[in-house]
């Protein structure tokens, strides 16, 4: 089993609609989840942490699962400027150091 | 606001040549990270460093690779003799100095493109 596994889409969706991605992870014992934003060629740019407690940013809301191990990423009213891959982003403490992995990404394109 | 500053922004060479990429790291932080990613593929890890030295290390970070932090700024990856598949976008990241902390976010470089010929 893969350490972070996205589905890799693409997710073409109309403008307004809702999508949610999903993300597993194998190692229990990971403890901070992110997702990240990337656009074509450009760098990861943190979207938004993912608290146990789930949370919300504006249109977007991330809950954690962590007896399933998953993640997940609800985008509200989506906007032609969502459209992007969305990499989900484990930490794990691994020998007292942070174990950073990433996923494959989900492309989403939001369609006029 | 305070960002990873990578040069250059693209850097072509021969294979089996040296290359140098540069990063200069947010001021107050103390994790440094390279990650790459070849076209079409997923980010992959690299190298941490922190406190002068490396903390981990991927497979893909052979004997070919090596990384340094030559001042208070700088931080930066050298491929000793670059092979084709090298070619990817290098990205350097820091994080804030929250030691064991569970909850780092890595800020990222706009990268380097190496293409090797």
């Known amino acids: 089993r893969k350490e972070v596994e996205q589905d890799p889409g693409p997710f073409n969706v109309p403008e307004g609609a809702t999508v949610a991605f999903n993300c597993t992870y194998s190692n229990s014992a990971s403890q901070s989840f992110f997702w990240y934003r990337q656009d074509c060629r450009k760098e990861p740019k943190l979207l938004m942490s993912?608290?146990?407690s789930g949370n919300e940013d504006g249109r977007f809301t991330a809950q954690l699962n962590r007896a399933s191990q998953y993640i997940s990423l609800l985008i509200r009213d989506s906007k032609l400027s969502d459209s992007a891959t969305y990499l989900c982003v484990v930490n794990t403490n691994s020998g007292g150091y942070q174990k950073v992995t990433f996923g494959t990404g989900t492309k989403l394109q939001v369609i006029p | 606001e305070p960002e990873v500053t990578q040069t250059p922004s693209h850097q072509v060479t021969q294979m089996g040549q040296e290359v140098i990429l540069r990063c200069v790291p947010i001021?107050?932080?103390?994790?440094f990270y390279w990650y790459r990613q070849i076209l079409g593929q997923k980010v992959e890890f690299l190298v941490s460093f922190y406190n002068n030295e490396i903390s981990e290390k991927s497979e893909i970070f052979d004997d070919q690779f090596s990384v340094e932090r030559p001042d208070g700024s700088n931080f930066t990856l050298k491929i000793r003799s670059t092979k084709l598949e090298d070619s990817a976008m290098y990205f350097c990241?820091?994080?804030?100095?929250?030691?064991?902390?569970?909850?780092?976010?890595?800020?990222f470089g706009s990268g380097t493109q190496l293409s090797v010929l």
């Open positions: 990241a820091s994080s804030e100095p929250g030691g064991l902390a569970t909850n780092e976010k890595l800020f």
């Open positions: 993912v608290y146990s």
């Open positions: 001021s107050n932080h103390l994790y």
